[in-house]
């Protein structure tokens, strides 16, 4: 498994920091990295995800595999040529999107039957295909592909999904050829049950894989019952692998996850509600489209230092808004990565200096999630 | 006349290098100036723009009028600060927008009374409320508020709306009252006939302002009419003035401004065909949505050293466009305005040595230009 590595340097309670070296770099945990889903982030040229200091990005197997084709981005040299991202690069299973589309799919042990969101046209993932995909994009971090059971469903769904997801995993390891370039992460489920979680966890920790996910959480349960499964959930991995915590994107859970143990994250969140005119702020969000912005010189968070607050103002940003101009997506997307990618920075030196507890008071403090 | 000087440095034939230097900077000329309506040049920063060697934008008064307004824009430090553009700017009067409304306006001695396109509200521009809202914005370049004759146009029609355009000049200098910050160009009318623009032509040249337009032409007129026509329009123009082709911009029509001693050109054609996924290339236009260009990883046009040519494929662009992605506007807008902004600085080194006429027959030979 020489393919990645991980060290941790420092707990504070129960959360981590550490550091992950891949092949295409060296990524400070915990980490937040920003979503590519079509081989870009979208809205973004890939140097401004760089200068804000997104280490990572995520690639989706299942969108790429679709188009343009996994076999063009292997023949264009990968995905990282291909987008021209020279850093880490971690791309799920397409297992999350196959299942996501309801009476288009069709699940049976060996994969996943599905209908192409652009036409129509019948393909198939499962661990072996998805695999090959992920060693065709060439990513530094590849998801096996598994069933992220949705919320709420009763034990008789989850447990077999769970075992079907332990069975995949087995598979896609088999299938992992490009053990010295690319690593593989298994991924535990088991719903909101406990012993699922638990036995999830130690079969596929059973298979000693270079990472784990936590899948099946942040999918419409409330944060109380999330946070106390998290609980347990990151108790049952081992303490010299890196965790990750699939598709949690808000700042509370981020520091949630971080609070129990938790090194790496991903979410749409920030770009999506960029271009939708809303901006992540230390004090909370701001909606760029209401009128009181009209006559606001100020920069969208006076406290932040992101090129964007450096350089325009809340009534600019309104105004691109409201006249449909591209650039408020770009702005608003690079700000809001911007903040989530530093305030990791700022989790991280918290940790680093034992006072992590203190600083997600402060920020929850601010940003108002205390008032609520 | 402190706004504005003129040097000109060197003739090749009618063409002409030169120099314009402005509060905000110096421009070298011939120069094409990309276009940035609603006070940003579509899906780029300006940072983006600049690096590309563009000297100066343009902005549209009609669009900033009716939003955001330019009060808002003088009350945020004018628009160079509000759009984050330290370069020169030059605005359009909003003369050739409220004119193409057509039955949505009524024109009178004192101006265009027309209605809103965002909320159909009616508003009044005339050549006082013009360069009032010129000066708010604070260009370095302000155009005269005319009137574009359509083509075709009876001499009926055109002669009362260039005597009009002339004695409209007149108010509009009356009303420039900002001259030492800001400078005020007039404009040329007289449709397709000689004796009417020479008529015009000396009208605003008595006027001794810092520099004149020549309007009214590549409006649907045949290239050869347009040609002719600007044999002679030039020539009624003083030499010690800058020279300004105004809504020109494929290559040809540079090209054969140039030749007749343009010093200016602007046109949204580069990043408009650029959202509709056709770049600009030394072999001519190249539309990326072609299927022979899915596993084409040659860049754009490996002759180009833009950023995009230096970074992306084809088969990563047209895969961008299919994705609906931004990046793909953002990236052909960085190419195409590339693409004339440095065959300007060509036909400018052309014409310093002397071979202007052997470049332009080049660039029309491997540009396709010769076959038609």
């Not at 991924?187 to 130690?202: C, H, N, P, W």
């Not at 960029?274 to 701001?286: I, K």
Request: glycine share 8%.
């Amino acid at each position: 498994m020489g393919s990645l590595s991980f060290k941790l340097i420092k707990k504070d309670g129960k959360a981590r920091r550490g550091e992950i070296t891949t092949k295409h770099g060296t990524i400070q945990t915990p980490v937040f990295m920003p979503v590519g889903t079509a081989a870009t982030v979208k809205a973004m040229k890939p140097e401004a995800v760089a200068n804000l200091g997104a280490e990572i990005i995520l690639g989706n197997t299942y969108h790429l595999f679709l188009r343009p084709g996994s076999k063009i981005v292997k023949q264009a040299g990968g995905l990282h040529k291909f987008m021209n991202w020279s850093r880490p690069i971690l791309t799920d299973s397409g297992g999350f999107q196959v299942f996501s589309l309801g009476d288009l799919r069709k699940i049976t042990e060996e994969g996943v039957q599905f209908a192409s969101f652009i036409d129509g046209s019948r393909h198939m993932l499962g661990p072996e295909s998805s695999i090959e995909v992920q060693q065709d994009l060439g990513s530094d971090i590849m998801m096996a592909f598994d069933e992220c059971a949705p919320y709420p469903a009763d034990r008789e769904y989850v447990k077999p999904s769970m075992e079907r997801t332990t069975r995949w995993l087995a598979r896609c390891k088999d299938a992992w050829t490009n053990r010295e370039e690319q690593a593989l992460f298994g991924i535990m489920q088991g719903g909101m049950y406990q012993d699922l979680r638990e036995k999830s966890a130690r079969d596929i920790v059973d298979m000693d894989l270079p990472g784990y996910a936590i899948g099946g959480l942040s999918v419409g349960e409330p944060k109380e019952l999330m946070c106390s499964v998290l609980d347990y959930c990151v108790d049952y991995l081992p303490e010299n692998k890196p965790r990750y915590l699939m598709g949690v994107g808000t700042p509370d859970y981020l520091f949630e996850g971080v609070a129990r143990g938790v090194d790496m994250f991903d979410c749409v969140l920030p770009t999506r509600i960029a271009r939708h005119g809303v901006a992540m702020t230390s004090h909370g969000n701001l909606n760029i489209k209401n009128a009181k912005f009209e006559r606001d010189f100020e920069p969208l968070d006076p406290e932040c230092n992101c090129y964007v607050c450096r350089n325009y103002s809340r009534a600019y940003l309104r105004h691109l808004f409201k006249s449909g101009e591209m650039l408020s997506s770009m702005l608003l997307s690079e700000h809001n990565l911007h903040f989530l990618v530093s305030t990791m920075a700022n989790i991280r030196r918290s940790i680093e200096e034992d006072r992590f507890e203190q600083y997600k008071e402060d920020f929850y403090r601010k940003y108002g999630y205390l008032e609520k």
